[in-house]
């Protein structure tokens, strides 16, 4: 508990270190002054009461109590085996500005502007290989791409209040991907990429969204193709199954949608490997993905994905108890059951995949979704 010492003890390790550098003075000189300011700093807490440097100060999850436990691991008997490219990642949209609660937590984390020469960042990449990356978010069914005959204007996102999700605009400018792209085959990693399934959709007389504009995602598709680049997944739409986020697309034009995507694959990939198709990257509701395989047919699609935010929001206060607990956590294992027995039923061919798992949705909570306490929350996910 000796910590308000620090700055005297990291002066002394100098004078020692260097110990014939300088001469008593300077070294009574170099001592003094962290002293001083050590026992300045002491008075100072004592009398506010704050302890600055103590690291649980503001945690959510630390302790005074430390145990010392040991873990053993059994490695006899293994409790499931996972593919090659089990491990995943995602990125996301999100421009700086998306806050929530206060919280602005993106940066220069995004597709459009996060740093690709960051050394780290292509290390971690090549490290984690064989890695699948998941492109996409929220705002992917408002991005387009910048290339061929667009219906849209391509100009950046913008703060609006007033659109989806808070943004209008959205675009992707060929360099940009080609960027990533080489990046990405730069360091093996393995591409999912979701496409916009919004663009250009009119809306029926119903309210309903009508049938996709697939010519974007063509145009996007060939120019990744002449380019020499292979993404090793097409996925189409977020969030729009079932009741949706904020809209949704009926499971039976979603099925409509999915098939043609999956003949322009076919058509544009005659000659080269076809890379995999996949939807609808949203939430599970078992009607609606049950009347969505049904209707784009066995094999339409080569794997489901859904999303898991199993903690609820970033602002609940009880993030840290729901995932310290199996029982909460376990809860998901029904929606795992439910989406298994549905596919062996209706779609045998098709395999299902985790798309986006953030635990608490609304971009996570500081100290909790970025920091140790998570790690039981994806060891649990993982098992
Ligand atoms: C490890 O697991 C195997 C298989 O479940 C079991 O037979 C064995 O007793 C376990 N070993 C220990 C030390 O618990
Ligand atoms: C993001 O990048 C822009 C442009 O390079 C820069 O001005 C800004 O400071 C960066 N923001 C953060 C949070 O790093
Ligand atoms: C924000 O969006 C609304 C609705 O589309 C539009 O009328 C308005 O012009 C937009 N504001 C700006 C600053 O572009
Ligand atoms: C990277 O590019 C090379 C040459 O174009 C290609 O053969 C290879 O399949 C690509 N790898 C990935 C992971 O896209
Ligand atoms: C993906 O689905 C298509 C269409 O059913 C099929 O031809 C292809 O072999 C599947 N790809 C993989 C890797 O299973």
């Given at each position: 508990m000796l910590w308000f010492l620090n700055p005297a003890l990291s002066a002394l390790r100098i004078v020692l270190r260097d110990?014939?550098?300088?001469d008593t003075c300077t070294k009574m000189k170099i001592l003094l002054i962290p002293l001083i300011v050590s026992l300045l700093h002491l008075v100072v807490t004592l009398l506010v009461?704050?302890?600055?440097?103590?690291?649980?100060?503001?945690?959510?999850?630390?302790?005074?109590?430390v145990v010392s436990v040991k873990v053993e691991v059994n490695?006899?008997?293994?409790v499931a085996t996972v593919d090659e490219h089990f491990l995943c990642a995602t990125l996301d949209w999100w421009p700086?500005?998306?806050?929530?609660y206060g919280t602005?937590?993106?940066?220069?984390?995004?597709?459009?502007?996060?740093?690709?020469?960051n050394h780290l960042f292509e290390v971690a990449l090549r490290d984690l290989s064989p890695l699948r990356i998941r492109l996409g978010g929220s705002l992917q069914d408002q991005v387009v791409y910048d290339?061929?005959?667009?219906?849209?204007e391509c100009r950046p996102f913008e703060y609006n209040a007033s659109h989806m999700f808070n943004f209008q605009g959205g675009c992707l400018s060929m360099e940009r991907w080609t960027a990533l792209l080489t990046l990405f085959n730069k360091t093996s990693t393995k591409v999912a990429f979701g496409l916009?399934?919004?663009?250009?959709r009119p809306k029926l007389a119903s309210g309903a969204w009508g049938p996709w504009d697939p010519s974007n995602a063509h145009d996007f598709i060939q120019y990744t193709i002449a380019q020499g680049f292979q993404v090793d997944a097409w996925q189409l739409g977020n969030?729009?199954?079932?009741?949706?986020?904020?809209t949704s697309v009926p499971a039976l034009q979603y099925a409509e949608d999915v098939t043609k995507l999956r003949d322009i694959v076919a058509v544009l990939h005659a000659n080269t490997a076809k890379p995999l198709v996949i939807a609808p990257d949203g939430f599970f509701d078992y009607s609606w993905w049950e009347a969505f395989l049904k209707a784009a047919?066995?094999?339409?699609?080569n794997f489901t994905t859904r999303h898991i935010y199993?903690?609820?929001?970033?602002?609940?206060?009880?993030l840290v108890e729901k995932i310290l607990n199996p029982q909460y956590l376990d809860g998901e294992k029904r929606t795992f059951g439910s989406v298994n027995e549905l596919l062996q039923r209706v779609a045998p061919s098709t395999g299902a995949w985790i798309?986006?798992?953030?635990?608490?949705?609304?971009?996570g909570r500081h100290l909790v979704t970025?920091?140790?306490?998570?790690s039981f929350c994806w060891g649990w996910l993982h098992h």
């Open positions: 110990a014939d550098r300088f009461g704050i302890r600055y440097e103590n690291p649980c100060h503001g945690s959510l999850v630390c302790n005074d109590n490695s006899s008997a293994a700086p500005e998306k806050c929530d602005c937590a993106w940066g220069n984390t995004s597709l459009l502007n996060v740093d690709l020469s290339i061929g005959d667009l219906q849209v916009n399934a919004l663009y250009n969030e729009l199954s079932g009741s949706g986020v904020r047919g066995p094999g339409s699609v199993n903690l609820g929001p970033g602002v609940s206060q009880d798309g986006e798992a953030g635990g608490a949705y609304n971009s970025d920091a140790f306490a998570f």
